[in-house]
């Protein structure tokens, strides 16, 4: 089949982060993090891994960035770890921890790979978590500082900045159910890691403009949410989840506003001045896609997401989407939902919406070298994205979730997303059938 074209300058990634990927956790340096912390505690990680070692991109990035070039990709998207560059959050700054993301810059340079650098992908300092995590509003600030730390050594070579990685899956999973780090169980107690985070990158927005920065976005978690049925009880259900997890997170930066008054109410400080730094305009806005939700009212059952077993009282459930081929995680494989979301995205914010770009798409799979499945998901993707592009929608860039396997959170090594396999053993990367096709797509284009 023929490859689709898609619109000149349109910019071709991969994605990372660095607890998935670096390894290197007591090296030059870097300080603890949550993610240390919580897959130190026996059952939280499946089969106890950490991200020790992980696929010690720390001291192979070279081998990784050889890889990335012969793919032909414009970009890589990778994030920097708070803990390596302030190994205690804030004051003294960790001079070998930036020289990595130094010599990682120079040498994406050296190959004509743009950096597109995210800031926080949820390894924070635990010193960090000490002081109230997300819970505090201090945090926002402190993580401005080190916003403005990075920047100022690494801002003459970044092409594309990102303070933020999905605060809703840190707010869902890591205070509200506990499936994530710092594993607090806090159910609606936990908005105020929303709006921390928000904050947060509002600021550090603020500090990388100050600094010179020309392209700034935020990579925002989002799914289509399908009710379960018509019912009033299942719709209502549903446009809850909805609002939670989509709306709560896109409509702040977007509009400067919460979607209901009664969120607004519910979030800490001075909310009316924080959403004027919240919304400061962005450059892009970056997703994240991976499948729907279908969403039912709760139905008394236990509710498993990503295999945690999810506190009960939560005001919805989750039934099986069937009809669909699944990955080996279980996650249905919808190409359409792509389509979906960033119709929804168009739909809700109409002019507030900046270009777009897919900051993650992909799945996982346990084939070592023929994976045609990843082939055809990555196809099924592609596609979808390119006839949402017919829509009218203007999207720039589409990143594949991820370059090499990697510490896939409470799922540990048992899942695989790469594009190049990784030997956990000898830590020997091979490039998967996907990664030739990946090439020949961006090869294919004018
Ligand atoms: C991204 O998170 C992360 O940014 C990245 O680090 C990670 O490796 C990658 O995705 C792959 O997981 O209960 O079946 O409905 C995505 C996190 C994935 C969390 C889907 C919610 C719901 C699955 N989300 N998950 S299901």
Redesign the pocket.
Known sequence: MTLPQFPEGFLWGVSS?AY?IEGAVDEDGRGPSTWDTFAAVPGRVAGGDTGRVATDHYHRYSEDVALMAELGVGAYRFSVSWPRVLPAGHGEVNRKGLDFYDRLVDELCANGIAPAVTLY?WDTPQAVEDAGGWLARDTAFRFADYADVVAARLGDRVRMWMPL??PM?VTL?GYAVGAHAPGRELMFEALPVAHHQLLAHGLATRALRANGATSVGIAN?HVPVWPASDSPADRGAADLYDVLVNDMFAAPVLTGRYPTDELAAAMPGPVAEDLAIIAEPLDWYGV?Y??P?RVAAPSGRETV??GAVLPPGLPFD?PAIDGYPVTDF??PVVPDGLRQTLTMLADRYGDHLPPVHIT?S?CAYHDEVHDQRRVDYLDGHVRALHQAIADGIDVRGYFV??IVD?F??AAGYSQR?GLVHVDYDTLARTKKDSFHWYRDLIRAQR
Do not use: A, K, R, T
């Open positions: 982060s998935q992908h990685n999905e899956v999973f978690h994240n991976y499948l939700s997401i990503d989750f279980g996650w993650e992909g979730w991820s990697n896939e959170w997303f």
